[in-house]
Nanobody, 118 residues
Framework: QVQLVESGGGLVQPGGSLRLSCTVSGINVRLLEMGWYRQTSGNQRELVATTSSNGVITYQDSVKGRFTISRDNAKNTVSLQMNALKPEDTAVYYC????????????WGQGTQVTVSS
């Protein structure tokens, strides 16, 4: 059974930092795309950052220069370092893994709340 467990969310003041981590079990992530998405109430889930199996990284424009995604295939983990956080970054953040070709391989974590507020 594939499981994704996120950690690291919480409440932080504007300008602060948080680091999200996602540990994957039940599948080897080496050939999978790994990423982080976020969702606010009433809105669609949106891409934050992804890292492909061959190291190609993509960021949403609004987080470029502030967020850094990284993966460790040996540990089956993906992390998101978030710096200079803004109130508009407040959302539930979800970890995702997927195979770009085999579309049935697409799994989500349970989500972790990030709140940026003074």
């Amino acid at each position: 059974q594939v499981q994704l467990v996120e950690s690291g969310g919480g409440l932080v003041q504007p300008g602060g930092s948080l680091r999200l981590s996602c540990t994957v079990s039940g599948i080897n992530v080496r050939l999978l795309e790994m990423g982080w998405y976020r969702q606010t109430s009433g809105n669609q889930r949106e891409l934050v950052a992804t890292t492909s199996s061959n190291g190609v990284i993509t960021y949403q424009d609004s987080v470029k220069g502030r967020f850094t995604i990284s993966r460790d295939n040996a540990k089956n983990t993906v992390s998101l370092q978030m710096n200079a956080l803004k109130p508009e970054d407040t959302a539930v953040y979800y970890c995702n893994i997927k195979n770009a070709i085999i579309t049935r391989v697409n799994y989500w974590g349970q989500g972790t709340q990030v709140t940026v507020s003074s």
